[in-house]
């Protein structure tokens, strides 16, 4: 099984930028679809990017453009850019890991970790 590890999160003005990374343990992290999902206060949990194994990227709505998924698989590595921060970003990102980007949801989950975006 893969065993998920997120970080990289902070405390960020508007307009700034982080870099989340997730680091995974287990042999299989190459063969499985990649995704952060987050969860603001009071909000459920949605998603927001996902990278398959082969390189494919999706992307929620509210995100592209200013977001940016990728992986480099000899780290067992997964990453999520995000750029032009605006204060509705604030939330806890958790990191989940599929066989595919469709399951991912059904998958491997990390431990989250805070990002808040002041204005």
């Known amino acids: 099984q893969v065993q998920l590890v997120e970080a990289g999160g902070g405390l960020v003005q508007a307009g700034g930028s982080l870099r989340l990374s997730c680091a995974a343990s287990g042999r299989t992290f190459s063969s499985n679809a990649m995704g952060w999902f987050r969860q603001a206060p009071g909000k459920e949990r949605e998603f927001v990017a996902a990278?398959?194994?082969?390189?494919?990227?999706s992307y929620a709505d509210s995100v592209k453009g200013r977001f940016t998924i990728s992986r480099d698989n000899a780290k067992n590595t997964a990453y999520l850019q995000m750029n032009s921060l605006k204060p509705e970003d604030t939330a806890v990102y958790y990191c989940?890991?599929?066989?595919?980007?469709?399951?991912?949801?059904?998958?491997?989950w990390g431990q989250g970790t805070q990002v808040t975006v002041s204005s």
């Open positions: 989940a890991a599929g066989t595919t980007i469709a399951t991912i949801a059904q998958g491997r």
């Open positions: 990278i398959s194994w082969g390189g494919t990227t």
